[in-house]
DNA sequence: CCGCTGTCCTGCCAGC
DNA sequence: TGCTGGCAGGACAGCG
């Protein structure tokens, strides 16, 4: 669940309680998330301040004065609980089964991470490994820098032969969008998401009108859905106006189609026939 | 190089 | 009512 627009907001929260703060103490719960956990992780956090709270698509990155950064990844269900650090000596923090990592930092707040899937991560990198980490280094633009043109998507997806929703998934041509928020742009710029990747890259001169109106869709997409996070902070059931909409009627401005659904690349893609071609 | 599939993990819910 | 099976999602490995 967590895509840009989420992860951004988990960053605002964390900014508060983390940067300029040092870790007193990391509690581990279990040894590993979706991958084990380095070794020495406890004992290279403790100590450390963080210089910076930083997010690149959808990873959080924590700088921090020893030059070590914590790459942090929520996953599908991680989430983190910021909260007072009250306790008196010797009592444990209250949990839940699926707290598994605990900070406490120096600002005197306790940021918890909880996942119930596991399918989030933590690494800590050094400055070299961060600069040589395969992921971030193959990231593609971030969608609301002035990076990401229609010209850049053109270009990102000239040759391929895979659908257009299939390809904004890719995080090496547009880093951030996840299964949400690629239907939803694909929706406010009317395009088919079977339409094939290739048919957005131009021949020559500058990008068509289809390939500008869905940069100017994603950008309006994710920048909406960041207005709206920090605004309510809470999730609103389906806020969305065609993911997971199967069968009701499509929410354009004078479309009269059903939304429907299709499975692409092995996940669902909920889109308008009448309205999307 | 590129595209496609399977894997990880668990909560939830439809359907028997 | 209780169980089962399938689905959800992002990153990444491995295949052809």
């Known amino acids: ?11 605002r929260l964390l900014v508060p309680p983390m940067q300029g703060a040092r870790f007193d103490r990391v509690l581990l719960r279990r040894a590993n998330l979706r991958r084990p956990f380095c070794w020495d992780f406890v004992d290279r956090l403790t100590g450390a301040t963080v210089t910076r709270v930083r997010r690149r698509a959808k990873h959080l990155l ?5 030059g070590d950064t914590l790459l942090m990844h929520l996953g599908m269900t991680g989430d983190f609980r910021v909260e007072h650090m009250g306790l008196a000596p010797g009592e444990d923090h209250p949990r839940d089964p699926h707290d598994h990592v605990v900070f406490e930092m120096s600002s005197r707040w306790m940021v918890t991470f909880n996942d119930p899937r596991r399918f989030g991560a933590m690494d800590l990198l050094t400055a070299d490994e961060r600069a040589a980490h395969p992921t971030l280094a193959e990231l593609g633009p971030e969608p609301l820098s002035r990076a990401f043109t229609a010209a850049a998507l053109a270009t990102a997806c000239a040759g391929r032969r895979t659908s257009i929703k ?7 041509l ?6 949400i928020y690629a239907a939803e742009a694909l929706h406010m710029a009317r395009l088919s998401p079977r339409r094939l990747a290739s048919t957005l ?9 289809t390939t500008e109106r869905l940069t100017a869709a994603i950008k309006t997409v994710l920048s909406k859905a960041i207005a709206e996070q920090t605004r309510s902070g809470a999730y609103r059931t389906n ?3 065609v993911y997971d909409r199967e069968g009701e009627p499509c929410a354009a401005e004078g479309c009269r189609g059903t939304i429907t659904r299709i499975v692409q690349g092995g996940r669902s893609t909920f889109y308008c026939r009448a309205c999307q071609r």
Do not use: H, I
Request: no cysteine.
């Open 166 to 172: 299939v390809a904004l998934l890719d995080q090496q």
């Open 174 to 179: 547009v880093a951030g969008l996840g299964n």
């Open 201 to 209: 890259a131009t021949r020559a001169g500058g990008p068509r009108e």
């Open 1 to 11: 669940m967590p895509e840009l627009p989420e992860v951004e907001a988990v960053r």
């Open 239 to 241: 806020r969305f106006l």
């Open 62 to 66: 924590l700088d921090l004065s020893t």
